[in-house]
């Protein structure tokens, strides 16, 4: 029987991406602020209204600044995953220092969960050479950091090769379970307006314009597929606007009226697991 299967999944980043790209002003911080004090309720609510589940990638730091937004999300029903502790992008730290911060963030998840991370979200979906073989090590089920596919999970590799002017050379695939991603499906660069001395984002496009890409998204896949899945991306500070909200409240009640079966990533990973790799 087709089953087509949607992830919601929430980047809880609060201030901690901004202070990692050292937008320390006070109003890219108040971003973050509105995230955590605002918007973090209302998905929630509309969340539970709808009786939907999903998925708090949720860094350390959002965890030890931020304890009561995040026991709200745990008291929710939903999983909470891994985000690193301070959103520091993977590929810019040394191993010893991207084990330590997942090491501390991990012990911050624990303290609010009762239990290590199952999943792992990088922070600007940028993995080191180090991250998959760590992942393993500290126990991880799946990754969801990469996009060699849409719909259909697959097995991380470690240490593919390649060089320029040379053949690529995939390297050996390993039990840590890949939920692949996309920018695509991501409401940071569709909505975020962001500008540095030598960056603009200029982001702000129609909701219901990037509602309706994503709503195609599910048709494709529910067209080509009988078993799928398809996971969108969104930060609390951003689809937390009214607005959006409105949008993406409309969506999700297209996906449900047309048979979407709504589970965390936990449980999409091991769905995968038993339908794909045993």
Same mark, same amino acid.
């Given at each position: 029987?087709? /089953?087509? *299967?949607?992830?919601?999944?929430?980047?809880? $980043?609060?201030?901690?991406?901004?202070?990692? /790209?050292?937008?320390?002003?006070?109003?890219?911080?108040?971003?973050?602020?509105?995230?955590?004090?605002?918007?973090?309720?209302?998905?929630? $609510?509309?969340?539970?209204?709808?009786?939907?589940?999903?998925?708090?990638?949720?860094?350390?730091?959002?965890?030890?600044?931020?304890?009561?937004?995040?026991?709200?999300?745990?008291?929710? !029903? %939903?999983? *909470?995953? %891994?985000?690193?502790?301070?959103?520091?992008?993977?590929?810019?730290?040394?191993?010893?220092?991207?084990?330590?911060?997942?090491?501390?963030?991990?012990?911050?998840?624990?303290?609010?969960?009762?239990?290590?991370?199952?999943?792992?979200?990088?922070?600007?979906? $940028?993995?080191? +050479?180090?991250?998959?073989?760590?992942?393993?090590?500290?126990?991880?089920?799946? +990754?969801?950091?990469?996009? !060699?596919?849409?719909?259909?999970?697959?097995?991380?590799? /470690?240490? +593919?090769?390649?060089?320029?002017?040379?053949?690529?050379?995939?390297?050996?695939?390993?039990?840590?379970?890949?939920?692949? *991603?996309?920018?695509?499906?991501?409401?940071?660069?569709?909505?975020?307006?962001?500008?540095?001395? $030598?960056?603009?984002?200029?982001?702000?496009?129609?909701? /219901?314009?990037?509602?309706?890409?994503?709503? +195609?998204?599910?048709?494709?896949?529910?067209?080509?597929?009988?078993?799928? *899945?398809?996971?969108?991306?969104? %930060?609390?500070?951003?689809?937390?606007?009214?607005?959006?909200?409105?949008?993406?409240?409309?969506?999700?009640?297209?996906?449900?009226?047309?048979?979407?079966?709504?589970?965390?990533?936990?449980?999409?990973?091991?769905?995968?697991?038993? %339908?794909?790799?045993?």
């Amino acid at each position: 029987m087709p /089953r087509h *299967i949607v992830c919601l999944t929430f980047d809880f $980043d609060t201030q901690s991406g901004f202070i990692a /790209r050292g937008l320390t002003t006070q109003t890219p911080l108040s971003r973050g602020e509105f995230g955590s004090r605002v918007a973090s309720g209302r998905l929630l $609510d509309m969340l539970k209204s709808r009786g939907l589940p999903s998925t708090w990638y949720v860094p350390g730091f959002t965890i030890e600044s931020h304890p009561r937004e995040c026991e709200a999300v745990l008291e929710g !029903g %939903h999983e *909470i995953a %891994h985000h690193s502790w301070a959103h520091i992008p993977p590929a810019e730290q040394t191993r010893a220092e991207e084990e330590a911060d997942m090491v501390r963030a991990n012990q911050a998840i624990e303290r609010l969960t009762g239990q290590k991370a199952r999943g792992y979200r990088s922070p600007s979906w $940028d993995l080191s +050479d180090s991250t998959i073989d760590l992942l393993i090590e500290n126990g991880f089920l799946y +990754d969801s950091s990469l996009m !060699g596919a849409d719909y259909i999970p697959y097995r991380a590799r /470690r240490k +593919d090769t390649f060089g320029l002017g040379e053949p690529y050379q995939y390297g050996a695939e390993t039990s840590l379970i890949e939920m692949p *991603i996309s920018w695509s499906l991501d409401d940071h660069p569709h909505f975020e307006y962001l500008r540095t001395p $030598d960056f603009v984002m200029p982001g702000l496009r129609s909701a /219901r314009v990037v509602m309706d890409s994503w709503y +195609d998204e599910w048709r494709y896949m529910k067209k080509t597929l009988d078993w799928g *899945i398809l996971t969108y991306t969104m %930060h609390p500070y951003v689809i937390g606007r009214g607005f959006r909200m409105f949008a993406l409240e409309g969506l999700l009640d297209k996906l449900a009226a047309e048979g979407a079966e709504f589970m965390t990533m936990e449980d999409a990973a091991r769905e995968a697991q038993t %339908h794909l790799f045993s």
